[in-house]
């Protein structure tokens, strides 16, 4: 069984679309996250939810929105999608707040936008 | 500033080589810990070692070692006999554990690309 699923794994879309990456646990961990890594591979975060609520909200444009229906659920919704939103997107949790136990990663989402 | 930094971008060595791989990070915390992560060429991201900031006692786990140095804020990564299959990229990651609005937070390392030549 997977721990951290993401889907779609690739998904290539149209400037000024919107479009939405599901992600789900089943490691029964209270904290999930949305990472984005650029095309140098520099990780950086976007958010955190702890038990459903956000505890992390990066700098990032509030086209970005992520949902978290329950705590094994985070989604991330990109509304009017730009070129340089194209990166990859890793879905994570952890026990607990990453500082008490390390977040394990789901295979990401490879965005791309044409 | 970048609170971990990897200066190495880039390494190359020929298999049964011993190779470390350099993490130096910064942080006014007391309370902190240290991550390492390895992307293989598909892409996923899987963990290797957790460190807490009270802990500096080096760890070995088969090929691979750690060597963390509080003196010199490093926590450096050793594979001893590398192998082709140990080509990745690898992060080093930081987690500050005392501020509660960025607890949770990993800050990462630039990577360092390890290409294993057979």
């Known amino acids: 069984d997977t721990a951290v699923s993401q889907t779609p794994k690739y998904l290539v879309t149209q400037m000024g679309n919107d479009k939405s990456i599901k992600c789900e646990q089943n490691l029964g961990h209270d904290t999930m996250y949305w990472y984005k890594q650029d095309s140098k591979k520099f990780l950086k975060i976007m958010f955190s939810y702890n038990n459903k609520e956000l505890i992390i909200n990066e700098t990032v444009p509030n086209r970005f929105s992520p949902k978290s229906p329950d705590k094994a659920h985070l989604n991330l919704h990109i509304n009017s999608l730009e070129l340089g939103d194209s990166a990859v997107y890793f879905c994570a949790s952890s026990q607990r707040p990453q500082g008490v136990r390390e977040a394990f990663f789901g295979q990401g989402t490879r965005l791309t936008v044409v | 500033a970048q609170k971990v930094t990897q200066a190495q971008t880039e390494i190359s060595v020929v298999e049964k080589e011993d190779v470390t791989l350099d993490c130096v990070y910064e942080?006014?915390?007391?309370?902190?810990?240290l991550f390492w992560y390895k992307q293989p060429p598909s892409g996923e991201l899987v963990f290797l070692i957790r460190?807490?900031?009270?802990?500096?006692q080096n760890e070995i786990s088969g090929r691979y070692s750690w060597n963390f140095q509080k003196s010199t804020s490093s926590f450096n990564f050793t594979i001893t006999a590398s192998q082709v299959v140990d080509s990745a990229v690898y992060f080093c990651a930081l987690s500050e554990g005392s501020r509660g609005s960025t607890l949770g937070r990993l800050y990462f390392g630039r990577g360092t690309q390890l290409t294993v030549w057979p």
């Open positions: 460190r807490n900031s009270f802990d500096e």
């Open positions: 942080t006014r915390d007391t309370t902190y810990y």
